[in-house]
């Protein structure tokens, strides 16, 4: 289990992956996809945090699941199977900067697929990303400017299961 201590504009948070784990829908508070096309990793130009993985928060009545569907596309223009791997532990408990009035709950959770990309529609940047971009794994943090051990370790799950069948299901041996 990766953990490491992160300061997000002054709010020092605990991220821990567990793999998986399905929390209950009241404590995710978004969901993530290691979106993969054969052996490259998919990555997208967001406008307010540059390179980044396809994910965001999900909206009331939809599932993990629809939400990480829509996300993607709206996102990356990319459809495909997804599996999931587990979840990041957001913990706010030595954040001074938290408080009872925050959106978020003092220990929420991100949700964090595998999604093996089976369709490429036109980009359209109609959305928050401005491109889309196919890399090898090891160059992740050439892009990702906040990759830290907890994505490693998400991303060593993603690759684990490289070899198996995405199936848009909760998660399964």
Request: aromatic share 10%.
């Amino acid at each position: 289990m990766a953990s490491i201590s992160v300061d997000w504009y002054g709010h020092i948070v605990q991220l821990t992956f567990m793999r998986q784990l399905m929390p209950e829908r009241e404590l995710i508070t978004s969901v993530h996809a290691f979106c993969f096309h054969e052996e490259q990793l998919l990555m997208v130009n967001l406008n307010d945090r540059g390179w980044d993985f396809p994910g965001g928060h999900i909206e009331k009545g939809e599932t993990a699941e629809a939400c990480l569907e829509r996300e993607v596309l709206e996102e990356a223009y990319v459809r495909g199977p997804s599996r999931l791997l587990g979840a990041i532990e957001v913990n706010h408990d030595a954040n001074p900067l938290w408080n009872e009035s925050s959106p978020y709950p003092k220990v929420g959770y991100q949700l964090m697929y595998r999604m093996n990309i089976t369709e490429f529609l036109p980009f359209a940047g109609e959305h928050e990303s401005t491109e889309r971009l196919l890399i090898r794994p090891e160059e992740v943090a050439d892009y990702y400017t906040d990759w830290h051990e907890v994505y490693e370790a998400v991303m060593e799950e993603a690759k684990r299961h490289a070899d198996r069948t995405c199936t848009t299901e909760t998660y399964g041996n």
